[in-house]
């Protein structure tokens, strides 16, 4: 966008500078006709670079609010992820059983305790005397739900999946991956949507430029995304302006 308001500005200085001229050196039954084509395309290109400022200050607010609203269905995807491996011990990619497992699963409460028991190997090696050794205990205390831990009452973890009316194309879902990662054995998942698809109704050379971003204010990469497949990681890709908490 600078470049495009430096050549603006440029030309308008430029046909400024013709206007002087004329009204220097060009015969006077001209000048009227000349002057008033000029100056016309002075305010031409003012507006231009009026609109190419305010169009990029508008696709900005546009995009940090979408962003905002994509940021907590990924959130959501994530925590109810993050319950699903608790109790299973893996992610899953399948949203049917996601959303299955948040109504139906339950938390293990559980309560650590140290105790001393006697060692009996090591009291037969000392001859009776009696030897002790400490252990630790977990008790079972109960049960609670993932739903009432995680969303109470609200069931908007029915439609986490979904982009909201206005972002992105009738229908489209967030994209969802999980594995295992290669010879690791430790389970990881990716949930992500295209920049260009959140603001796929918006100037194509701002959503181009925006896809490149690679800045810790900004959203970097391609895509909005939690998690990944390449390493252990379930943060997101949003600088903190664009979430109340990460």
Do not use: C
């Not at 002087?20 to 670079?49: E, H, R």
């Not at 918006?202 to 800045?215: G, H």
């Amino acid at each position: 966008m600078l470049k495009v308001i430096l050549v603006v500005v440029g030309l308008i200085a430029l046909t400024i500078g013709i206007v002087w001229l004329i009204d220097k050196f060009v015969p006077k039954k001209l000048k009227p006709v000349l002057n008033i084509a000029l100056w016309i395309l002075i305010v031409f290109l003012g507006y231009l670079t009026f609109m190419s400022v305010y169009g990029e200050i508008k696709f900005n607010k546009l995009k940090d609010d979408r962003y905002k609203v994509v940021i907590a269905k990924l959130k959501d995807i994530r925590d109810a992820e993050l319950a699903h491996k608790t109790v299973t011990g893996k992610f899953t990619d399948d949203y049917g059983k996601l959303v299955n497992f948040i109504e139906i699963g339950k938390f293990t409460i559980t309560q650590r305790r140290d105790t001393t028991v006697i060692d009996e190997e090591l009291t037969k090696r000392f001859g009776g005397v009696e030897m002790t050794k400490s252990l630790i205990l977990v008790d079972t205390l109960g049960y609670v739900s993932v739903k009432d831990s995680l969303f109470g009452a609200d069931t908007r973890y029915k439609t986490m999946m979904n982009l909201p009316e206005g972002i992105g194309k009738s229908g489209t879902k967030i994209n969802l991956k999980a594995g295992i990662l290669p010879a690791t054995n430790i389970p990881v998942f990716e949930a992500y949507v295209d920049k260009e698809v959140i603001l796929f109704d918006q100037d194509k050379n701002l959503v181009a430029k925006e896809k490149e971003v690679m800045s810790v204010d900004g959203v970097r990469g391609p895509k909005l995304q939690v998690g990944s497949m390449q390493e252990a990681d379930t943060k997101g890709n949003w600088p903190k302006n664009l979430s109340n908490k990460d």
